[in-house]
């Protein structure tokens, strides 16, 4: 996939710039643009897809949190000067989504959620990950995937490369001790936003009863499994993923 990474103010990202409804995607911990591939190219063409890189390894390190990024969505947003977005997220993306929807819900059209953390989550957890053994890595990364073959070496070598710089891992750590206290199970009722949620049928990471307590929790939603399916559905299972997407955003759109 060859896209444009844009460099503005201290921001990098992506972005479509079609003239059509804002779709901003928002990646998890391991997260790159690799991941959001088979949206970039089903809804480029008729909505704006913007894909802000998270900075969540190069804040510093007093400031690496959930709030952090949230904050630095809030600018980027502020800063291209978007009056709503249809928030995607998967995994940490989908918890920095859910939080600037309640700190900015004026900005909000509508909410996507794919293997969300917010409520549970359970991945590397909360420990310094084994550095130096590839084929630990490896395995986690494929546990990730219904189908362990979506886990490409090329994926394997970005998160290896990763929780092997200390300086990422560090945070890496850090953000995720930060998720698990910024639980929202309180929070959820003060979503109104209409909220797409799309959960894999063997998500490892965020069981399927995560989606039912998010679907039960936020009352403008409505939730779907894909089966054969892992954390993260945009990947394992695109064309299925992108018809619930896209009939979803066509009806909140057209609203």
Known sequence: MKVEIKEENGFRYIESGSDGPNLMLLHG???ALSNFEGIINRFSDNYNVVVPMLPIYELP???VSVSGL?????????YKGYDKVNLLGNSLGGHIALL???GYPERINSITLTGSSGLFESAFGTAFPKRGDYEYIKKKTADTFYDPAVASQELVDE???IVN???KAIRVVATAKSAVRHNLGDKLKNIKAPTLLIWG???????PFVGEKFHELIANSRLHFIDKCGH???MEKPNDFNELLEAFLREVTAA
């Open 61 to 63: 390190i007093l400031e």
């Open 70 to 78: 949230v904050d630095f969505v809030n600018r980027f947003v502020t």
């Open 232 to 234: 993260a559905p945009m």
């Open 201 to 207: 049928k063997q998500d490892n990471v965020t069981p």
């Open 100 to 102: 600037y929807a309640l």
């Open 159 to 161: 998160v290896f490369g």
């Open 29 to 31: 911990l391991f997260g």
């Open 165 to 167: 710089d200390r300086g």
